[in-house]
């Protein structure tokens, strides 16, 4: 299946060349880069978190393959709903699906299953690959839409079944984390409770991530593909969790009454990695 853009010309510039013109405006060229095992990016308008995302993904290398998680905002049929063949297209091109890491994702996940259509119009996934092909042209991906049904066990099911697919892969891969933050609250409730979220990614601690956004009531609602991509970092060796930057719609709205919180954080390797 080609998937078609659902949301270019909304959450992002429709045409190429606008498109290139604001990733460029939201991205460094001289940052340096580092080796990473996954990102944590926002997924909302590129007008609000955009900046925040540009800022991530200009500062780690983008490999040819990254598997994309995104909660699902809208009730989808599988835990883990893997697009295993096929391409997503973008006003940037057309993007390969790595059918091949697909597959290792689907064996050694039990609860994951081939559901194309729960990505047909989500859109936590759809815009972080603008980005990633802005940096990688011949970038592949694999796009898991996660359930807002999934409890704990099977994040981390699921995440150990993910760092033992890119192992058995044997080449680079980048996990790229799809967030919001706390939604629609003051600025000040925003910082605090986002605060409390992203100590936990800082931990490595993806079970204290989990409970806490339950426990605090914080409505990041990417916490579970988040937990997930923890634990798979965890298995594969990761060595630190940094921030890269963070915002709210305020900071370009000029509304802080109710804002949208954005996190981007970089999750690094050892250095033997």
């Given at each position: 299946m080609r998937r078609k853009a659902q949301v270019s010309g909304t959450f992002y510039p429709g045409q190429r060349e606008q498109l290139l013109k604001t990733i460029?405006?939201?991205?460094?060229?001289?940052?340096?880069?580092?080796?990473?095992?996954?990102?944590?990016?926002?997924?909302?308008?590129y007008m609000y978190s955009g900046p925040v995302a540009g800022a991530v993904f200009s500062s780690v290398e983008i490999p040819a393959a990254a598997v994309v998680l995104g909660p699902g905002h809208r009730d989808i049929r599988s835990?883990?709903?893997?697009?295993?063949?096929?391409?997503?297209?973008?006003?940037?091109?057309?993007?390969?699906?790595?059918?091949?890491?697909?597959?290792?994702?689907?064996?050694?996940?039990?609860?994951?299953?081939?559901?194309?259509?729960?990505?047909?119009?989500?859109?936590?996934?759809?815009?972080?690959?603008?980005?990633?092909?802005?940096?990688?042209?011949?970038?592949?991906?694999?796009?898991?839409?996660?359930?807002?049904?999934?409890?704990y066990g099977d994040l981390e099911s699921f995440g150990q079944g993910l760092?033992?697919?890119i192992r058995a892969y044997g080449r680079p891969v980048l996990m790229v984390a799809s967030t919001d933050m706390s939604h629609y609250v003051s600025q000040s409730t925003a910082e605090k409770k986002d605060a409390l979220a992203i100590r936990k990614i800082q931990d490595l601690d993806p079970r204290g991530l989990f409970e806490t956004v339950l426990a605090e009531g914080i409505s990041m609602c990417g916490f579970q593909p988040t937990t997930a991509a923890l634990v798979a970092a965890?298995?594969?060796?990761?060595?630190?969790?940094?921030?890269?930057?963070?915002?709210?719609?305020?900071?370009?709205?000029?509304?802080?009454?109710?804002?949208?919180?954005?996190?981007?954080?970089?999750?690094?390797?050892?250095?033997?990695?």
């Open positions: 460029r405006g939201m991205t460094d060229a001289k940052t340096e880069r580092k080796k990473a095992l996954a990102v944590i990016v926002p997924h909302a308008g835990l883990f709903a893997v697009q295993n063949a096929g391409s997503w297209l973008t006003p940037l091109g057309e993007v390969p699906i790595r059918e091949d890491l697909a597959a290792m994702i689907l064996d050694r996940c039990p609860s994951a299953r081939q559901d194309e259509e729960a990505h047909l119009l989500e859109h936590s996934l759809e815009v972080e690959v603008p980005f990633l092909q802005y940096f990688r042209e011949d970038v592949g991906i694999v796009p898991v839409c996660v359930s807002h049904e999934t409890d760092a033992a697919a965890r298995e594969l060796g990761a060595a630190e969790a940094e921030l890269v930057l963070y915002r709210t719609s305020g900071d370009s709205s000029g509304d802080f009454s109710q804002v949208v919180g954005y996190a981007g954080l970089r999750i690094l390797p050892g250095p033997s990695r």
